[in-house]
Structures are given as C-alpha cells and as structure tokens.
C-alpha cells in the first residue's frame, strides 16, 4: 500500500514536471497572457519577485522568441498577400533604405501642425456638441464623455488626414467608427498568434482564406477587415493621384474639415484649407519604388501607429491629471495654457507647441508617457543584479534613476540640470534606427488635442469609477492606469467631465 503511495505520487510528480516542461518550451504561457492582454503585468510581477534577490540569468523569465521587427508584425501589416512594411525588413540596410524614403515622407513640422490644428478643433467641437447636463451649484453645463472613444476618432482622423490627404472623419461621421474596435481585436489576433513562431506563414494563409468566418474567430476575421481598410486605403489615394497632380492640390472631405459649407463660418473655412496638404502616401505612391503589396503593407502599419498610441496618450494625461490628489497638475497646466503661455488658439504655432511656452504640457505627457508607454510590448530582456549590469559598455542601474517612479510628477521634467541618466532611460518612441518616424507628429497630436481641451473646458474627473474603475487604480495616493497591452495599450472607457468655459 506504501509503496503503491510513493508511485502514485511520483506519478503525479513527474506529470506536473512534464506538463511544467512542455509550458516553459513551448512558450504557451505568454501566449495566454499576450491574448488577455496582460503580458506585460506577468513580466512585472517577475521582475518584482526575482529581481531584488537573485541576480542571476536563470532567474529572469525566458527572453520572447520572436524578433518583432520580422514577419511578426507581418499577420497585421501583410496582408494575405505577404507584403512587408517597414518595419518587417530585418536587415539593418533594407531597412534604412525603407526608413529614408519614409523619413522624407513624413510632413513637415508646420504643414503637420496646420492639419492637426484643424483637427483638434473639430475634437473639441464634437466634445462641445454632446448632450449634458447643468452642474445645480454653477449653472454651467457639464459633458461627461469618454475620452477613450473621442480620442480614437480623432487619432483615426489625424493619421488618416496625413498619411492619405483625406481624413476618414469619424469625429464628425459614424461611417468608419468600427475601426477602432477592428483594429484592437486584429491586434489581439497579432499579438497571441504572432507568439507561434513557426507558424506564422501558416498563419498568413489563414488570413488569405474563408477559414476565419467559417471557424467563428473573431479577431483574425477583424484582422482580415484590417488589411481590407488598409488595401482600400492605397487605392482610393491612387485614384486621386492623377487627378491631384492636375489641381495641384490634395483632396479634403468637407466633413473632415468640420462643415459641410464653409461660406459659413470662416474660421472653420481656415481649419478645411489647413487640412488640404500634401500627405504621406502621395509622396510614396509618386516615388514609386515599392510594389503595391509593399505599400499596402505600410498602410496598415501607419494607420496602426499613428492613431492609437496618440489616443491612449491623451487618456493617460487626462487620466493622471484627473485622479491626482488634489489635482495640481491639472491646475498648472490649465494655467499655464490659458494664461502663462500668452496663447491662444488662433496664435498658436508649431515652434509654440513644441517650444518653451508648454514646457510645463509637455512635461505632463512625458510623464504619462513615463508611467504608461503607448506601447509598451517589451523587447527581449534580462533583469539586472542590484549592482546594475553592463549593456553594450553603457552601465545601467538596477534603481531607477529618479525618485518616486510610481508617482505622477511632471515636474520631475523641468528640473535643471535634468538628469541625464532619466532622459536615457525614457525611450517610450524606441530609440535607434528603427524609432518612431512619427515622434514630431505625436507631440503635435497630444499636446494640440490637450491645449484644445483645457483652454476650451474646465477638466475633472467624471466619477469615483473614473479613478477606481475599468480607467485605473488608485492606491494609497499612487494612481495606476489600467490597461491591456496588445501591442499598442488599451484602456476601457474612462469618463471625464467637461464644462464649456465660454
Ligand atoms: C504617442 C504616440 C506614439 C508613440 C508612443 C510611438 C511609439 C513607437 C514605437 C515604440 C515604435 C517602435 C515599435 C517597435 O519596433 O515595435 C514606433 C514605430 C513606428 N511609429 Fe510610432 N509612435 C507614436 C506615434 C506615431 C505616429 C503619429 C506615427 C505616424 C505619423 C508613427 C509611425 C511609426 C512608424 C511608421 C513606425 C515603424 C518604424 C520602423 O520600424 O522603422 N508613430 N512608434
């Protein structure tokens, strides 16, 4: 009977090593946590739990087996056709090739600044049109909205604007506003199905085929939507292009612009001629140095990038700002706006924005940007001994290099001299070759589409559920933003409430 026990037990024993054996080799654990988008939560509790003992290789959880920059990003970007966008070109010479003519395609700072200009207006009259109520105390009127939502339309519009000269408009129109939503589930359906390294090109035959409808799987049927839109996209702009070289101009909806007469209103005249510039993809397609596929290809990637990590920036400032307690950040950089700055939106300019007069805004994203990077998918990595370990001859410490680094305190980025080794560690655009083309835009895009609001509102939060809710966490005095990491990060709804100042 005792010895029947001890091989029962060893039985048991050597099942649960097998099955520990086939996770950890397989890696279907990370996948798991890439599908409910917590991947990034399971790496901090590791690093948490093994990093301050043992300073050890073995101890840090296995490095991802996938270089991202390869055909990981190709279940999105590809299409069924297999086309390779920028960033799928693993060699560092292709690649560059690629990124020049990118580079040179990206608008310049005061042609990007008209056309986002133009749309954090619209943002900010469409947060103006929604239906209120009247705070009893002020007799003011009071908007709550989902800052989530708003803020994707107007990423959508914005990078759809720039890369096409036309922007899909769902601020003003519902026609394409599934497209947040598609482009979340599709990159579900990257982010756990891009971990199966060896299959991606079966994968990628999967996408080109009926088998996602007729198996019921949502996300990979969002993926294929995805690349429809993106495909569409391309052609559309193609259509346009001859007759655009005869007007010389680009194409603007009216609706992108805010109104469907302009005669009416001249300063909503000024934001559609501001809009109408020349875009990215025009520039691309009249280069003509890649095939179709390739450009679609790059299509899905810059629709992707552009829109919402500028969206989940915005809600993560709005976020800290209205849950910080008692909310000074809010306060000075509503001062700073309305007052300090000496602007104003009709004397706003790009050198402003991204100049010394919002220092104090900018300082805010950063620090949003700090706490919740937009995309926050680790590469690779390895946890440091205490002692701090050396990369590529650099020293990095184990600490991190400034105090309270759980805490909101833009301030942090205004001290002089700032600390050289936090301006190092700070890298929520990559750094390197391969770093955000779009880094000036995004800037743009944040702090305009912020400027916009408070100059135009007084802020708060909408509720306790806004801070203790699906938008994030507070916990003694540290406010956590709460939100699922598929490749870009997601947070559920967060309400804020508006009160139109004139
Ligand atoms: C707050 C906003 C943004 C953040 C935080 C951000 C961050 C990043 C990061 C971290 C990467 C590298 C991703 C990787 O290799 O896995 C990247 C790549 C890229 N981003 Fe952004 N981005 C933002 C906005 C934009 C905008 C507005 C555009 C377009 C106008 C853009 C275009 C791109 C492109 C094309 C790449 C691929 C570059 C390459 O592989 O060579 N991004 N971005």
């Keep these: 009977m005792a010895s029947f026990a001890v091989m029962a037990t060893a039985d048991i024993w050597s099942i649960g090593l097998m099955i520990a054996v086939t996770l950890r080799i397989s890696g279907l654990p990370r996948v798991w946590h890439c599908r409910k988008g917590n991947r990034h939560l399971q790496e901090l509790a590791a690093h948490e739990k093994y990093a301050p003992s043992r300073p050890s290789r073995r101890s840090t959880p296995r490095a991802p087996p996938v270089f991202k920059g390869d055909e990981f990003y190709g279940l999105l970007d590809g299409g069924p056709e ?3 966008s920028v960033q799928m070109e693993r060699a560092p010479d292709a690649h560059a090739a690629r990124r020049r003519v990118l580079d040179r ?6 042609e990007a600044f008209r056309t986002i200009n133009g749309l954090a207006g619209v943002f900010t009259d469409v ?6 109520s009247t705070d009893t105390d002020r007799g003011k009127r009071v908007l709550e909205v989902d800052i989530n939502q708003v803020a994707s339309w107007y990423g959508f519009d914005l990078i759809t604007a720039l890369a096409f000269g036309q922007s899909l408009d769902l601020l003003r129109s519902d026609e394409y506003r599934w497209l947040p939503r598609c482009l979340q589930d599709a990159s579900v359906f990257l982010y756990w199905a891009g971990f199966f390294r060896y299959a991606l090109d079966l994968w990628r035959r999967f ?7 007729r198996l019921g799987m949502h996300t990979a049927v969002e993926a294929q939507r995805y690349a429809d839109l993106a495909d569409s996209q391309v052609y559309r702009r193609l259509d346009r292009l001859a007759r655009e070289d005869e007007e010389k101009v680009t194409g603007i909806t009216d609706a992108a612009a805010g109104t469907t007469d302009d005669s009416k209103d001249d300063e909503v005249g000024t934001r559609k001629k501001a809009i109408k510039r020349n875009d990215i993809f025009g520039h691309l397609l009249r280069a003509n140095l890649y095939s179709r596929i390739d450009l679609r290809a790059d299509s899905s990637l810059l629709i992707a990038a552009g829109s919402d990590a500028v969206r989940f920036t915005i809600t993560a400032t709005l976020f800290h700002w209205t849950t910080q307690s008692p909310p000074t950040s809010l306060a000075r950089a509503t001062a700073e706006v309305r007052t300090t700055s000496g602007l104003t939106p009709s004397t706003l300019t790009d050198a402003a924005v991204l100049g010394s007069p919002l220092r104090y805004l900018r300082a805010c994203v950063d620090e949003a940007m700090r706490l919740n990077p937009p995309k926050p998918s680790s590469i690779p990595r390895e946890v440091a001994p205490s002692s701090g370990m050396v990369i590529d001859g650099v020293v990095a410490p184990r600490a991190p ?43 743009l895009a944040v702090q305009l589409a ?20 699906s938008g994030g966490k507070v916990q003694g005095g540290r406010n956590d933003f709460a939100f699922n990491d598929w490749v870009i990060g ?13």
């Excluded at 996408?207 to 409808?213: F, N």
């Excluded at 912020?450 to 809710?469: C, S």
């Excluded at 997601?490 to 004139?502: E, H, T, V």
């Design 401 to 443: 290099p400034w105090p309270d680094p759980h805490f909101f305190r833009p301030e942090r980025w205004l001290a002089r001299p700032l600390d050289t080794r936090m301006v190092a560690a700070f890298c929520p655009f990559l750094k390197g070759p391969r770093a955000c083309p779009g880094k000036t835009v995004a800037y």
């Design 450 to 469: 912020l400027f916009h609001l408070l100059y135009a509102f007084d802020v708060e939060a909408a509720d306790e559920e806004a801070a203790e809710g």
């Design 490 to 502: 997601y947070a559920q709804g967060l309400n804020i409430r508006f009160k139109p100042r004139m």
């Design 207 to 213: 996408l080109g085929s009926k088998w996602p409808a």
């Design 127 to 132: 947060i103006r049109e929604q239906e209120g």
């Design 105 to 110: 395609a990206m608008p310049a700072r005061d």
């Design 82 to 84: 297999g086309g390779r």
